[in-house]
């Protein structure tokens, strides 16, 4: 409405609500995926990925500090599971039903 540049980022397959709205006054769409052009006008869209911060991918040295963070026993094995959006369902039912086997 101010006519300021202004950029959105949509991280899933399958936008959100938000986004397709914000999707018509802002100057550019960075995606994570090929294919949202039937969501976005293709003219705005810029492939980016999804931004990971670099301490995250990083974990080297990290072990006795988590543990000690998330008060966990270094005697047992610890999953990390990252995920989320529309697909958190999945996971977590992957998991549970794997865990009770």
């Not at 040295?61 to 998330?70: G, I, Q, T, V, Y």
């Amino acid at each position: 409405m101010l006519k300021i540049s202004a950029v959105v980022q949509e991280q899933n397959s399958f936008p959100g609500k938000t986004n397709k709205i914000l999707s018509k006054s802002v100057s550019k769409i960075c995606v994570a995926y090929t294919g949202l052009d039937r969501f976005f006008p293709k003219e705005k869209i810029v492939i980016t990925g999804n931004p990971v911060r670099c301490d995250i991918v990083s974990v080297e040295n990290k072990r006795s500090e988590a543990l000690s963070h998330f008060d966990l026993d270094a005697k047992k094995k610890t999953i990390l599971i990252i995920g989320g959006s529309l697909g958190a369902r999945t996971i977590n039912n992957s998991i549970k039903n794997k865990l009770q086997d």
